[in-house]
């Protein structure tokens, strides 16, 4: 199929409105220079937006707060507290005498609490089967595709400070 078309010798307007049905499918070179003009325009416009947006995107800011004392938490317990926000419910686990997890306690999956399960070592979603790793919070089983978002803490004596969220 031809594309291309050798402009007429009339005038300009003749070129880009053709009075001829059979020449509106032909593609003058202008017309395509024009088309790949904008194109090529309108593609590094989208990028430089993209890259604005990186640049001006920040990491959230995490506040620091206290989330246990040592002495109150035994091996093996658990306490429940909220997270960044007061609507964000997290999971505290003390693993071993000197290792604690912690994690949102909103299943990847839908959404529902997460508790611990000791006997299997485990923190275990009840909606739909899903377990996650108290290690790492990885997926072990079910249909969650994601691992629980994990509580950085760090210990300061006896208090267990969150200081930051990661897989958030
Ligand atoms: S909501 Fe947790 S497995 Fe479905």
Redesign the pocket.
Known sequence: MKLFRRPSSGPLWQDEFSVFAADERYVNRRQFAKFLTLTSLGMFVGNLWILVRSWLRREPAYPRATVARVPDLPVGGVKLFNYPGPEDPCILVRTADATFAAYSQK??????A?YYEASEKRLE??????YFSVTDGAVLQ???QRPLPRVVLQRNGDDLIAIRMEGA
């Open positions: 299943c990847t999956h839908l959404g529902c997460v979603c009840p909606c739909h089967q899903g079910g249909p969650p």
